[in-house]
């Protein structure tokens, strides 16, 4: 199972119930094949950066699910198949997801240790003298 | 314009070329020294969706920003290029931009 991002532009043309019908319907895809769809977000109607299919704006929709490879095949296979999507991009992100939740780990650990060491020599009188017990470590 | 004033050596033959040797004119070779803007501000998620952020790093035309200009470290604009790459797929940000 792998985690994916998918951004698609739908016409701006496009009704709201087209794009309602066309969310749950994709949403459909991914759940027959066995994945979970994570979220759904749409952004609205925005400008292209460039002019797609005569189309100078579009609806931006962003899927993001759980599943396995071959289900993006399908899902992309959908969106090629259907007349409303004009353009988009799959991305696969669980090891971006990965990399950046160690990242913060490790940023998190050092700040830590760096405010575990640095007041040491300085706290532990004041606070022994508040409290009787060694300066709060978090913090 | 821009390049002169990045690169080492121009600024000092061609006096006319960059604001800065026009304003100091003595110090012609004064340049400040350039931060990756990542690393400053410790931006570890550089994302395709931010178009904010990206379209400070590219220039009017809709090119992508030599570091050598921008001053962002390797790893990072290594980064950044994918971004920007992956926004311009998706008409987040344009190839070629019309003035």
């Given at each position: ?5 998918e ?27 066995g ?75 050092r ?29 | ?42 931006i ?54 019309s003035?």
């Open positions: 199972m792998r985690i994916y991002e951004l698609f532009i739908v016409k701006p043309d496009a009704t709201e119930e087209e794009i309602d019908q066309l969310i749950e319907q994709m949403k459909s895809v991914v759940t027959t094949a994945g979970t769809v994570d979220k759904v977000d749409k952004w609205g109607k925005r400008r292209l950066a460039y002019r797609v299919d005569k189309y100078r704006e579009g609806a931006y929709i962003l899927f993001q699910f759980t599943s396995a490879p071959e289900t993006v095949k399908e899902f992309e296979r959908r969106l090629r198949v259907s007349d409303m999507v004009i353009k988009f991009l799959t991305v696969r992100i669980d090891e971006t997801l990965k990399r950046l939740e160690k990242r913060k780990k490790d940023r998190d650990k700040a830590h240790r760096k405010a575990t060491a640095a007041p040491a020599p300085a706290q532990p009188s004041v606070a022994q003298q508040m409290l009787g017990e060694p300066a709060p470590a978090a913090e | 314009m821009a390049e002169s004033r990045g690169r080492p050596g121009s600024a000092g033959q061609r006096p006319t070329g960059g604001d800065k040797a026009v304003a100091t004119q003595k110090k012609q070779y004064f340049r400040r020294k350039k931060v990756c803007r990542f690393c400053v501000e410790r570890d998620d550089i994302n395709y969706k931010d178009v904010r952020l990206l379209s400070s790093f590219i220039a009017e035309r809709g090119k992508i920003v030599p570091r050598r200009i921008s001053g962002v470290c390797a790893p990072h604009q290594r980064r950044l290029n994918d971004a920007i790459k992956k926004a311009r797929n998706i008409a987040l940000l344009p190839f070629a931009a003035i």
